[in-house]
């Protein structure tokens, strides 16, 4: 069923959303409305592309929870909380080594900047959703934050979870069991609003820790008008939240 679902949102999502919609529109271009549709389709995928429409729809999620201050971290006791966002598989600069994706790697820096500076133990939540032969994400990002400093004895690994409830749901069972209610979520800052939901749901006060933003910070250029492939990433990555965040309340109602 996990599998079902991922093809499901590959298949509703930019690009292969509009794409699809578009090549059903052509099925029916001598009509007026197949020419419709087809247009509409295509004319969103170029509009998503661009960083103003990326902007509109990221910025909503990425600013629902303020930027943590690193100068005025939590005295209470917490754990910091490393979601998993993928992996670099085999890297052939790294002996065939598996990696923290480019989302899970700015999650890592944080989180061990975070740890760093408060002394909390790193929770590090992830297993190998594709694949249970393959090493979990959550011993790779294990790896990556002793590269950048955390103490190993301050590190734990959640290598079961496979989405963002079942981070939510193996990492409350593990802190409830010690104590811990409060924990410093470190994810990306549009991934924030639905692991906030569904960390809150298992019992967790969520100090929420974003990182990764995509929204632009300085004034749009002439170039950031035009189609790119990694904004309109962004702008699937964006639609994917949303999409999560509906499933979550209706699942939630339910």
């Not at 990696?99 to 992830?126: C, D, K, Q, W």
């Not at 939510?168 to 811990?180: E, M, V």
Request: charged share 15%; glycine share 6%.
């Amino acid at each position: 069923m996990f599998i079902i679902f991922k093809a499901i949102a590959l298949l509703l999502l930019p690009p292969a959303g509009p794409l699809l919609l578009a090549l059903g529109g052509l099925l029916f271009y001598q009509n007026w409305w197949g020419k419709v549709i087809v247009w509409c389709s295509l004319l969103t995928l170029l509009a998503l592309a661009t960083t103003p429409v990326r902007d509109l729809l990221i910025k909503p999620l990425e600013y629902t929870s303020p930027a943590l201050s690193l100068s005025a971290l939590p005295t209470e006791q917490a754990a910091v909380v490393l979601l998993g966002g993928g992996l670099y598989e085999k890297a052939p600069e790294y002996d065939g080594q598996n990696l923290p994706s480019n989302h899970a790697l700015m999650r890592t820096l944080y989180a061990a900047e975070i740890a760093r500076r408060s002394g909390f133990t790193v929770y590090a939540s992830g297993g190998a959703p594709l694949n249970k032969e393959a090493e979990p994400e959550a011993l790779v990002l294990q790896r990556w934050l002793i590269k950048f400093g955390v103490d190993p004895m301050h590190i734990h690994t959640e290598n079961s979870s496979r989405n963002t409830a079942e981070n939510a749901k193996n990492i409350a069972k593990i802190l409830h069991k010690k104590g811990i209610q409060h924990v410093l979520l470190v994810t990306t800052a549009a991934h924030m609003p639905r692991s906030v939901i569904a960390f809150s749901a298992e019992g967790l006060a969520v100090i929420a820790a974003p990182t990764k933003y995509k929204t632009k910070q300085t004034p749009y250029q002439a170039l950031d008008f035009l189609p790119d492939a990694n904004t309109l990433s962004d702008s699937s990555f964006a639609l994917h939240e949303y999409l999560g965040i509906l499933w979550y309340r209706i699942h939630n109602f339910w």
